[in-house]
């Protein structure tokens, strides 16, 4: 047999209610709420003469709740809970200015921050980075945008082309020194550092040459930053990407290997979530990044 159904009360007594039922006080509540005590009183009135329960027992100056109104806070502070939660997620993704953002360190550290006071001066946004080398699901989480390094498509997602990208190898003046490559059997003498863990770089290099290289060593890291400083610390050579590494080669902590550079399939990509919203936003964050992108 079905149960009759009962209406619920509106939604705005409930703020009074949990804050009163937390301070066991209704001047308490009134100034959490910025509202009188009266005003705090009467919503708590209208709520239980709406459910037709008694939800505060009223003893002298003493305010506690009833065993019903126990039962109906528990559900009454999840519901004002999760109306927050899922407020706030509402705004960030349709009225905040601002844009969640992931990268790689290496990008945002040479890159993006560099010149990001240039960005928010232009345009008023607001950019909160969040820095990772693990490939982000836009739609799994709470961020707008991602720079990808990558081959499109990417589904469910919009990608615009940041950027080309050349790849060469890559050593400190002294590791290049003292393993100077001039012919096939130099390149047994070598330690290779891997930039991630997923894919063999170096195989690239290999099909370009049309030889296996047979290095005596590999170095894997996980992360784009932390090949950059084995590399300039002399512990064997990289595939550095073009042009976001063209200021460790100006600066001389980096030497190209005979100045020869490959075209790589993947690029540079600004990738974001769908939002009618934000477009215009994204538009200026593309503009803007396109720019950095060429004047590493």
Do not use: C
Request: proline share 5%.
């Amino acid at each position: 047999m079905s149960h009759p159904a009962f209406p619920s009360p509106p939604i705005q007594y409930l703020p009074a209610f949990v804050a009163a039922a937390e301070h066991n006080s209704f001047k308490l509540a009134a100034e959490q709420l910025n509202i009188t005590p009266s005003a705090v009183s009467q919503q708590i009135k209208s709520l239980e003469t709406r459910i037709g329960l008694t939800l505060f027992s009223r003893q002298g100056k003493e305010l506690k709740l009833t065993q019903a109104g126990e039962r109906f806070y528990q559900f009454a502070a999840t519901t004002l809970m999760h109306y927050k939660q899922g407020w706030q997620g509402f705004a960030d993704l349709y009225i905040a200015k601002h844009i969640r953002i992931s990268m790689t360190d290496y990008v945002a550290n040479r890159i993006v921050i560099p010149r990001l006071a240039e960005f928010v001066e232009q345009t008023g946004i607001q950019l909160d980075i969040h820095t990772s080398s693990d490939y982000q699901d836009l739609q799994a989480n709470t961020l707008d945008a991602a720079i990808r390094f990558g081959t499109p498509p990417w589904p469910d997602h919009q990608a615009r082309l940041l950027s080309e990208v050349d790849i060469a190898a890559v050593g400190s003046p002294g590791y290049l020194r003292q393993h100077p490559i001039n012919n096939r059997r130099d390149w047994r003498k070598q330690t290779l550092i891997h930039t991630r863990r997923s894919l063999n770089d170096w195989q690239r290099v290999e099909q370009a040459l049309g030889y296996p290289l047979n290095a005596k060593q590999h170095l894997w890291f996980d992360s784009y930053e932390s090949a950059v400083q084995a590399s300039k610390n002399g512990l064997g050579l990289m595939l550095a990407s073009f042009p976001i590494s063209e200021m460790d080669i100006r600066s001389g902590e980096l030497q190209t290997l005979r100045d020869k550079r490959f075209a790589s399939e993947e690029k540079f990509y600004l990738i974001t979530k769908p939002n009618d919203q934000k477009e215009k936003r994204y538009q200026q964050l593309y503009n803007w990044l396109q720019q950095v992108f060429s004047e590493p």
